[in-house]
């Protein structure tokens, strides 16, 4: 199964803040990543699909890109709504494997 | 809008059968992927498995041959079964829509509607 390596584990951040996620993969997978957002006791949400693709209704700030088989997720400037844990998940082989996740905490 | 609304026990006695449903309201079953994704208690998410409308599916090795779905259209819902469950499945389970989208290359996948998901304890 592709190995979804997810940095960092979390992180402390301030309102304002520009916040950034990192996956790799462990083998190539095109840009077949999606981000997703979760906050406590809620199923999680897209933000992100095909690595760049922000989902109909994501805010803005909210951005992906890819470099090879890294890929980012940018929050432009963090808003109180935006603490919550962090998914890369890709898409490109099955099984379907999610990163470990990134929990974005107030400062 | 489509909504998932998933069903099923709380609680599954160790070595028996974890059954789950997921009702679909609000738009058609007949089309895209249905998704099982589990959480375990303050841990990350895992893929369990999809069925596509027309029945094909596909599951994570890592369950072997304990995991099965199935749909019925008639009921506009699709079925979790996971066998022989230890305390290791405890888990908050979460069905979901996978949606396929096409380009000149193939296709970008995304889930786009979840289920609320519901806790199932493996406990005697």
């Known amino acids: 199964a592709i190995q979804m390596t997810q940095s960092p584990s979390s992180l402390s951040a301030s309102v304002g803040d520009r916040v950034t996620i990192t996956c790799r993969a462990s083998q190539g997978i095109r840009d077949d990543l999606g981000w997703y957002q979760q906050k406590p006791g809620k199923a999680p949400k897209l933000l992100i699909y095909?690595?760049?693709n922000l989902h109909s209704g994501v805010p803005s700030r909210f951005s992906g890109s890819r470099s090879g088989t890294d890929f980012t997720l940018t929050i432009s400037s963090l808003q109180p709504e935006d603490f919550a844990t962090y998914y890369c998940?890709?898409?490109?082989?099955?099984?379907?494997?999610f990163g470990q996740g990134t929990k974005v905490e107030i400062k | 809008q489509v909504q998932l609304q998933e069903s099923g026990p709380g609680l599954v006695k160790p070595s028996e059968t974890l059954s789950l449903n997921c009702s679909v309201s609000?738009?058609?079953?007949?089309?895209?992927?249905w998704i099982w994704i589990r959480q375990p208690p303050g841990k990350g998410l895992e893929w369990l498995g999809y069925?596509?409308?027309?029945?094909?599916?596909n599951y994570n090795p890592s369950l072997k041959s304990r995991v099965t779905i199935s749909v019925d259209t008639s009921k506009k819902q699709f079925s979790l079964k996971l066998t022989s469950v230890t305390a290791a499945d405890t888990a908050v389970y979460y069905c979901a829509r996978e949606r396929a989208i096409g380009y000149h290359l193939g296709y970008h996948y995304f889930m786009d509607v979840w289920g609320k998901g519901t806790t199932v304890s493996v406990s005697s």
């Open positions: 998940l890709q898409d490109c082989f099955y099984p379907r494997t």
């Open positions: 069925i596509h409308y027309s029945g094909s599916t």
């Open positions: 609000g738009g058609s079953i007949s089309s895209d992927y």
């Open positions: 095909a690595a760049s």
